[in-house]
Nanobody
Framework: QVQLVETGGGSVEAGGSLRLSCVVS????????MGWFRQVPGKEREAVAT???????HYANSVRGRFTISKANAKNTLYLQMNSLKPEDTAMYYC??????????????????WGHGTQVTVSS
């Protein structure tokens, strides 16, 4: 059974940093594209960052230059380093595994599996 388990969320002040992790079971982080999404209550889930199987990365304009997506194939784990956090980054963050090995951009990502999410709260 495929499982994606996110950790690392929490509460920080604006300007702070957090690192999210997503441990994946029964699905290859090395082979498939992976991504991070976020959702605020009452709004649609939005893509934050994706990484292809060859480590090519894509970012939403709102986080480019502040967030970094990476993966450790040997650990089957996905990461999201978030720096210079802003109050508008407050959301539930979800890890996702794609159906394909790559995507053209963050909006081209087709998720096959989702994690349950980890809350990130940024105070001003």
């Amino acid at each position: 059974q495929v499982q994606l388990v996110e950790t690392g969320g929490g509460s920080v002040e604006a300007g702070g940093s957090l690192r999210l992790s997503c441990v994946v079971s029964e699905y290859s982080v090395a082979y498939y594209a992976m991504g991070w999404f976020r959702q605020v209550p009452g709004k649609e889930r939005e893509a934050v960052a994706t990484i292809d199987n060859d480590h090519t990365t894509h970012y939403a304009n709102s986080v480019r230059g502040r967030f970094t997506i990476s993966k450790a194939n040997a650990k089957n784990t996905l990461y999201l380093q978030m720096n210079s956090l802003k109050p508008e980054d407050t959301a539930m963050y979800y890890c996702a595994a794609a159906r394909r090995t790559f995507c053209l951009n963050v909006d081209d990502f087709e998720a096959a599996h989702w994690g349950h999410g980890t809350q990130v709260t940024v105070s001003s």
